[in-house]
């Protein structure tokens, strides 16, 4: 991977050094022309990015280029590898995708205190990323953590959020079943601190296959116990999505994608949201894994929602937005 500068508009803000994200079996990212001239990588493939949160540094990538921009968060213990295929058919259509890796996740800093994990701070790190971009509006979008990311922002910030893509969202239905899986995963993390570092060790060391979606969890594997425990224990601390009432003032049209396979991940939770959000279209997916491995259905009604949130005049803020 080399370092260039990115033929993308710098926003404010955009101070750090840019690293250009090389595709699988493609030719290198950048050449010398006959002329001398150097050839920029494509900005559809992508550029890698850093900004300052606090005493933090979070990592982020851009794919395209342009004002209508989509910022979609990945899923909890995951990173941007997870949705770099999606980035790079969105931004062929015209749109600017920035995948953010929150706190804790991919390439930004991890703290190993529950602290700065809750969700409601990783909403404040969306609208931290949306200022450094120089940004005034986007589509908020992302996958289980990111769709709830998604929703917190919303709510914390509206006259940031043009519209909303919410895939397997995570909500009361959905509360059971979470502690069943998380509570002992917790207890795995505390008290089998010295299998898990093998894990850790093992996994950092396999060659990554250059599948956006298997490296996320190999990479995700390769924590270390107490950056998994710290990120556990945040996101169960603070508030883990807006309350009913808060959903139902959100004004901003979404997508709600969601599936049947599992009970974290509840198409009861995702037919509620859609009942609640004022303006919103409820979308089943055929698996969990349909957007990542069979994109084409979905990308094309992501691409229609998109299409018509950009094409609508700015939408009227909610009285004291502002």
Same mark, same amino acid.
């Given at each position: ?9 710098? @926003? ?13 079996? =493609? ?24 900004? *300052? %949160?606090?005493? %933090?540094?979070?990592? %982020?990538? &851009? %794919? $395209? ?28 259509? $015209? ?17 190993? +205190? ?48 043009? $519209? ?25 993390? +505390? ?41 556990? +224990?945040?996101?169960?601390? @603070? ?10 003032? &959100? *004004? ?12 974290? +991940? ?9 009942? =609640? ?25 992501? *691409? ?19």
């Amino acid at each position: 991977m080399k370092n260039v500068r990115a033929g993308l508009p710098r @926003g404010r803000g955009e101070r750090h050094r840019q690293r250009a994200i090389r595709p699988d079996r =493609q030719p290198a990212d950048r050449q010398d022309a006959p002329d001398g001239q150097v050839i920029v990588a494509d900005p559809v493939q992508g550029s890698m990015h850093m900004l *300052t %949160y606090g005493q %933090y540094q979070l990592g %982020y990538e &851009i %794919y $395209g280029s342009g004002d209508r921009v989509l910022v979609w968060l990945h899923g909890l213990l995951l990173d941007a590898n997870l949705s770099r295929h999606l980035a790079r058919i969105l931004a062929a259509r $015209g749109y600017r995708v920035v995948l953010l890796d929150l706190l804790g996740h991919g390439r930004s800093d991890k703290p190993r +205190h529950a602290g700065p994990h809750r969700m409601d701070l990783y909403a404040d790190q969306v609208l931290c990323l949306l200022d450094e971009l120089g940004v005034d509006q986007a589509v908020l979008g992302g996958v289980s953590l990111g769709t709830n990311v998604s929703l917190l922002t919303a709510v914390r910030a509206p006259d940031r959020v043009r $519209g909303l893509v919410l895939e397997m969202p995570v909500l009361e239905w959905a509360v059971p079943a979470a502690a069943i899986v998380f509570l002992p995963l917790l207890l795995e993390v +505390h008290y089998g601190r010295r299998v898990l570092r093998a894990v850790s060790w093992a996994a950092s060391r396999l060659p990554r296959s250059g599948v956006g979606p298997l490296d996320s969890f190999v990479n995700a594997a390769a924590s270390g116990p107490d950056e998994i425990a710290a990120v556990l +224990h945040g996101v169960l601390v @603070g508030p883990i999505a807006p309350t009913i009432e808060q959903r139902q003032a &959100i *004004t901003a049209p979404a997508l709600v994608l969601g599936h049947g396979i599992d009970l974290i +991940h509840s198409f009861a939770d995702a037919r509620r949201l859609a009942r =609640q959000l004022p303006d919103a279209r409820l979308i089943r997916t055929r698996t969990f894994a349909e957007l990542w491995v069979r994109p084409g259905r979905l990308v094309g009604e992501i *691409t229609e929602f998109l299409d018509r949130v950009w094409a609508d005049t700015p939408r009227a803020l909610p009285a004291g937005s502002g």
